[in-house]
Each structure stands twice: as C-alpha cells, then as structure tokens.
C-alpha cells in the first residue's frame, strides 16, 4: 500500500513569505506527527494529532507555526513570516496508534528561506 | 524530559564485516519503547529494528540486532554482514509507553555509517 505523502519535496520562499506543508498519511493511520529535522542533526517533534485533534503542540516553535488536520486524515504544517532560522526539513509520520506503536515517516519537505 | 545520546558521529564498515552504534538513554519511566531508524540520503526515515523495555530478549530483524542493557540505559545497534546498502545515518530513538508523549519520538543526535567494498 502507499507510505506516507509529504508535498512538496522542495521549498524555497523568501524571507517574510507564508508557507503551507502538506502531508498524507498511510490510510487509517489514527496518529499523525510533525518533526523538523535541522541540518545534520536528529529529528525533532514539533507536533501531534490524533485523528482531527491536535494532543500535544509543544514543539512549536513560535506562533508562526501552525497545523491542522480538519478531517483526520491529510494534514498541512503552515509557517507564517518564514525567517532563516525556518530552513530544515519538515518530516511528518503517522502510526495505527499512540505509544510504541512504530511510526511510518515520509520523504520531507526541504525548506530553504532566502 | 528524556534525552538519547549517540556519541559516535561517524562509523565506517568493511563490506560483510560487523559494527556497532551505541546509544544511551535518560528517562525515569520504568516501560518505554527504543528504536533504530536509517535514513539514507534519500530523507526517508525507515524503522530497523524496535525494542520494548519490558521485555528483557533482545530484538532481532535478519542482520540487524540490539544489545539492550535496561539497567546501564543502553541500547546498541549491532550490523552483521554489512552491505554497502547500509550506507546511511543512523538514528536510535526514544519514546515511553504512555502518559502524555503519546508516543512522540525523541532522537539521538545521529551515527553517519558508511560501508566501503
């Protein structure tokens, strides 16, 4: 079956620029996550929905960043006023459900801001 | 707040030879869940291999096996019979049973292993 979609794999905006992220994932998966994964470095959480419920968004960070998941299913990851520090790769997972359930990611986005 | 440690940034690997990535842990919950995920140039997170700290066995998946020490909070990645397509960066990653985490993974900082013919 498909894996999990992210578009588009590429982005570059100019600074000041609103973005919009999207991601879909493995049909029926319940749990959806955002990870911005910094050049080099490790994943890190950004977000969480289960089904249209957005749990936990304490890995956002600033109120530029918003995410949605209106009907459970594709979610999109939007930046507001992109700044330099917004460039990474923006990677969504999604799992069948919460805990050690293992987590299905996608290919990323690739965010540059000039 | 958990934290996973790889302290080796690079490794490198004769073809059909064996190596070893270490991590360590911190946390205070007594059940949580340990993974290795690859991710090769191509971005794509993939999962290797999944322990469950409850269970003392270790995980096993073909070539890929983990020495689990829960008392010593390590977690090791043993690679047998490399091939060049292990060529990757290599991640071990954290997240415990239940509580609030949901299960929101948090990852070392990351082994690059580069297998040579």
């Known amino acids: 079956g498909a894996g999990v979609s992210q578009s588009p794999r590429y982005k570059v905006a100019k600074r000041g620029q609103d973005v919009a992220l999207r991601c879909d994932p493995i049909?029926?998966?319940?749990?959806l996550f955002w990870y911005q994964q910094a050049l080099g470095q490790g994943p890190e959480f950004l977000t969480y929905?289960?089904?249209?419920?957005?749990?936990?968004k304490s890995g956002l960070p600033s109120d530029r960043f918003f995410a949605e998941r209106p009907e459970g299913s594709v979610s999109t990851l939007k930046i507001q006023r992109t700044q330099q520090e917004d460039s990474a790769v923006y990677l969504c997972?999604?799992?069948?459900?919460?805990?050690?359930?293992?987590?299905?990611f996608g290919d990323g986005t690739r965010l540059s801001i000039l | 707040a958990q934290t996973v440690t790889q302290s080796q940034p690079e490794m490198s690997v004769q073809e059909a030879e064996t190596v070893t990535l270490s991590c360590t842990y911190d946390?205070?919950?007594?059940?949580?869940?340990l993974f290795w995920y690859k991710q090769p140039p191509s971005r794509q997170m993939i999962l290797v291999i999944r322990?469950?700290?409850?269970?003392?066995q270790n995980a096993t998946e073909n070539r890929f096996s983990v020495n689990f020490q829960k008392a010593a909070k390590s977690f090791s990645l043993k690679i047998s019979d490399s091939q060049l397509g292990d060529t990757a960066m290599y991640f071990c990653?954290?997240?415990?049973?239940?509580?609030?985490?949901?299960?929101?993974?948090?990852f070392g900082q990351g082994t690059i292993l580069t297998v040579h013919p």
């Open positions: 997972a999604s799992s069948l459900g919460q805990g050690g359930q293992p987590q299905h």
């Open positions: 049909s029926g998966h319940v749990s």
């Open positions: 929905f289960q089904n249209e419920a957005q749990l936990d």
């Open positions: 946390t205070s919950e007594s059940n949580y869940y």
């Open positions: 322990q469950e700290a409850y269970k003392q």
């Open positions: 990653a954290f997240t415990d049973a239940g509580g609030t985490s949901y299960g929101k993974l948090t």
